[in-house]
């Protein structure tokens, strides 16, 4: 119950020549609210009154009560949209809600309430805490099922989902077995009624299983999106064929998203040989893609047991041998040199195509057809030399070059991968770019982000709109020096000095009465770069990682002639370390360099403990 210290709100009967107002996204029906939804603002759409004027106001109803914020008519006029958003609170609890709005003259006092439109807020997944197994036929209660067990029962295994806790219509159950899915059934008003559902098993799905046993259960999605349990299990081997005659298919994990491109070829496709019915030791499989034969395997100890019996790795040049499309894959078993088998076909779709020039290597990840990047800097000084980005270009843009390709195609797409950055310089292939190389350019801050080397990887791929697969180029090797002009130059700035600090890295009342100072080293290339920006945080033990309001100290300070060569202290006062007290003080500063670019000194830390025992702080 929830108890409230405001006057009560009185209730009025709506006004059905209001118009209805109505949420978009509640189910039209019935007014569910999905989890979904509920994750969203909730808005009640409404449109200004026949009789509204300039002033008056509307305001929500929940189950009839006037609540939320009120809204006033400025320049609406009437017919036109409004909208009242539904506090997130009145949606936490689950139930059946009813919402509508208060048409308010606040002239005359007058109230009119539209007609309330049913709202339901579920968050409780169907069934509970438990969900009972499904009931199978007693042809299945010996724990086997079988051929002709099921051509009797008309090739049809039907099984019955009990009633259930929540047991609503529009609820979604889907079966499992094992890890495949069965068949999926929408419960309908009178199966709610009956407080059972039947589900069919057909042939076809039971023999794509193989002669497995496996656990069969169910889960249930209510329409609100609450997700069920698992339900008990039921297991049972099902030996649908007598006298295997057709194996179950290969498996492809690869072709899973539809094909088998560029990329899977590289890493060698992996196919997985089923557990097949009767499996032996000595058993010889091939595997065929399309119509070539791969060399035979023959199964070991163990093998016959296992699930895959083994996995077999297809090189990429037996990929390539049936060429792009549809390809079917299938294997057949010989024992004692007969055939006793042959699989399923699995069909699958092969890309290997790649965008601008085809790989004359492709055991290889890099697509030799493609020219190496040249990477020129450009400051224009006559010591230019490709491939290296030296201390004249270093605060500039680059140029790289890539050699034109006659099958290079209009939106062809390059990116351009500068050394560990994960963001590319991207062009697109226009048509004045035909028979010409490209030039793109690399911007500053990218190399900037990236620093200086010896040997700063640079490689771009190829990709084209449909096309699922990437080429890439060989890496070259790009020479980056730094001016060594930034503040504090090659090696950086030195970490900030707490001079006071004692043997313990402690600054107290004993060796700071008046305050602490916190020296900043002078520093290469202070005469360029003067502008310091100081900061020290103060943390007490009782406010954790939150600064100590006033115990903080940042500010700028340009440096002169003489502190740009001894170095330069600043004070943390005797109030700051005292707001402290008891904890922590960080201090580092940071220099403004060449173009706005700041540079950041080392954090140095402190412990700060100013308490006196029996005086405090």
Same mark, same amino acid.
């Given at each position: 119950m929830c108890n409230s =210290?405001?006057?009560?709100?009185?209730?009025?009967?709506?006004?059905?020549?209001?118009?209805?107002?109505?949420?978009?996204?509640?189910?039209?029906?019935?007014?569910?609210?999905?989890?979904?939804?509920?994750?969203?603002?909730?808005?009640?759409?409404l449109v200004v009154w026949p009789e509204a004027a300039v002033g008056h106001s509307y305001q929500l109803t929940w189950n009839s009560v006037l609540t939320g914020e009120k809204k006033y008519i400025t320049t609406e006029q009437p017919g036109d949209a409004l909208t009242l958003d539904i506090?997130?609170?009145?949606?936490?609890?689950?139930?059946?809600?009813?919402?509508?709005?208060?048409?308010?003259?606040?002239?005359?006092?007058?109230?009119?309430?539209?007609?309330?439109?049913?709202?339901?807020?579920?968050?409780?997944?169907?069934?509970?805490?438990?969900?009972?197994?499904?009931?199978?036929?007693?042809?299945?209660?010996?724990?086997?099922?079988?051929?002709?067990?099921?051509?009797?029962?008309?090739?049809?295994?039907?099984?019955?989902?009990?009633?259930?806790?929540?047991?609503?219509?529009?609820?979604?159950?889907?079966?499992?077995?094992?890890?495949?899915?069965?068949?999926? =059934?929408?419960?309908? *008003?009178?199966?709610?009624?009956?407080?059972?559902?039947?589900?069919?098993? *057909?042939?076809?799905?039971?023999?794509?299983?193989?002669?497995?046993?496996?656990?069969?259960?169910?889960?249930?999605t209510d329409?609100?999106?609450?997700?069920?349990?698992?339900?008990?299990?039921?297991?049972?081997?099902?030996?649908?064929?007598?006298?295997?005659?057709?194996?179950?298919?290969?498996?492809?994990?690869?072709?899973?998203?539809?094909?088998?491109?560029?990329?899977?070829?590289?890493?060698?496709?992996?196919?997985?040989?089923?557990?097949?019915?009767?499996?032996?030791?000595?058993?010889?499989?091939?595997?065929?893609?399309?119509?070539?034969?791969?060399?035979?395997?023959?199964?070991?100890?163990?093998?016959?047991?296992?699930?895959?019996?083994?996995?077999?790795?297809?090189?990429?040049?037996?990929?390539?041998?049936?060429?792009?499309?549809?390809?079917?894959?299938?294997?057949?078993?010989?024992?004692?040199?007969?055939?006793?088998?042959?699989?399923?076909?699995?069909?699958?779709?092969?890309?290997?195509?790649?965008?601008?020039?085809?790989?004359?290597?492709?055991?290889?990840?890099?697509?030799?057809?493609l020219d190496l990047p040249i990477i020129r800097g450009t400051s224009g000084n006559p010591n230019n030399e490709d491939n290296v980005i030296d201390e004249d270009d270093f605060l500039l843009e680059a140029t790289a070059v890539i050699g034109w390709k006659d099958e290079f195609a209009i939106s062809d797409r390059i990116s351009l991968y500068w050394g560990s950055q994960t963001t590319p310089v991207v062009y697109t292939l226009r048509s004045s770019d035909i028979d010409r190389d490209l030039l793109l350019t690399i911007p500053n801050e990218l190399m900037a982000a990236e620093g200086t080397g010896d040997a700063i990887k640079v490689a771009y791929t190829v990709t084209h709109a449909g096309n699922p697969n990437t080429s890439r180029s060989a890496a070259q090797n790009v020479i980056v020096r730094s001016q060594g002009e930034l503040p504090g130059g090659p090696d950086g700035l030195l970490r900030p000095v707490f001079t006071n600090a004692n043997q313990y890295n402690a600054i107290s009342p004993v060796n700071s009465p008046d305050g602490t100072p916190v020296f900043i080293p002078a520093y290469i290339n202070a005469d360029k770069y003067p502008r310091v920006s100081v900061v020290f945080h103060g943390?007490?033990?009782?406010?954790?990682?939150?600064?100590?309001?006033?115990?903080?100290?940042?500010?700028? =300070?340009?440096?002169?002639?003489?502190?740009?060569?001894?170095?330069?202290?600043?004070?943390?006062?005797?109030?700051?370390?005292?707001?402290?007290?008891?904890g922590r003080g960080e201090a580092y500063y940071r220099v403004e360099g060449p173009d706005g670019l700041m540079v950041n000194s080392p954090t140095t830390d402190v412990i700060i403990t100013m308490a006196i025992p029996g005086q405090g702080c």
């Open positions: =210290h405001q006057p009560p709100l009185v209730t009025r009967r709506s006004n059905k020549a209001l118009p209805i107002p109505n949420v978009p996204v509640a189910d039209p029906i019935d007014g569910l609210l999905t989890l979904e939804d509920l994750q969203q603002p909730v808005v009640l759409n506090p997130p609170g009145l949606l936490a609890s689950d139930g059946n809600y009813d919402a509508g709005y208060g048409a308010i003259n606040e002239v005359g006092g007058q109230t009119a309430y539209s007609p309330e439109i049913p709202l339901i807020v579920d968050r409780t997944a169907p069934g509970g805490t438990l969900l009972a197994a499904m009931v199978f036929p007693v042809e299945t209660h010996d724990g086997v099922l079988t051929s002709a067990e099921l051509t009797a029962l008309g090739d049809v295994l039907t099984t019955e989902v009990p009633g259930y806790t929540g047991m609503a219509w529009g609820d979604r159950i889907r079966t499992f077995w094992g890890d495949v899915v069965g068949p999926e =059934h929408t419960v309908t *008003t009178s199966e709610v009624n009956e407080d059972l559902v039947m589900l069919n098993f *057909t042939r076809a799905f039971l023999e794509s299983l193989g002669d497995v046993e496996e656990p069969a259960y169910f889960t249930v329409r609100a999106g609450n997700v069920s349990i698992n339900s008990l299990s039921k297991t049972f081997k099902l030996f649908l064929q007598e006298i295997p005659q057709d194996y179950p298919a290969p498996v492809c994990v690869q072709a899973d998203d539809g094909v088998i491109d560029d990329a899977d070829a590289r890493a060698t496709v992996a196919v997985d040989i089923p557990q097949y019915p009767n499996a032996q030791v000595g058993d010889k499989v091939t595997l065929y893609w399309g119509s070539h034969p791969l060399p035979e395997v023959t199964l070991q100890a163990g093998d016959e047991t296992s699930d895959p019996v083994f996995t077999l790795n297809v090189p990429y040049a037996a990929v390539a041998l049936s060429g792009d499309g549809d390809v079917d894959l299938h294997y057949e078993v010989r024992r004692n040199e007969l055939a006793v088998g042959s699989s399923l076909r699995l069909s699958v779709n092969v890309n290997l195509t790649l965008a601008g020039p085809q790989d004359p290597d492709p055991e290889t990840p890099e697509n030799e057809a943390y007490n033990r009782a406010n954790g990682d939150t600064p100590v309001p006033g115990g903080s100290v940042e500010f700028t =300070h340009v440096l002169d002639e003489f502190e740009q060569v001894d170095g330069y202290s600043f004070r943390v006062t005797a109030q700051q370390l005292s707001l402290i007290c008891e």
